[in-house]
């Protein structure tokens, strides 16, 4: 099943994989081109903040962590 990344404290510890996204608006299509972050790449969540519900996470093992926030999460539709 699908789940917006927003609600992933209810996965198990580990990398989800990125399935599909609920916007599909230019606007945040190339905003995903832009960070690199496309259909099947894998997640993993490295903090959530607690104010804004923003996420630390990392894509594909990447070194680099990258800041998303609620906004965005809410959009991709991920999987275990």
Partial sequence: FLLCLNHV???QP???RL???ANHSPAFL???DKIKLEINDTIEVKDIQEFDRSMTVKINQRKQT???SNEVTKN???SK
């Fill in 9 to 11: 404290l209810l996965f």
């Fill in 14 to 16: 580990g990398a989800i």
């Fill in 19 to 21: 399935t599909s996204v």
């Fill in 30 to 32: 190339q905003y995903l």
């Fill in 66 to 68: 990258l800041m998303l």
């Fill in 76 to 78: 991709l539709l991920v």
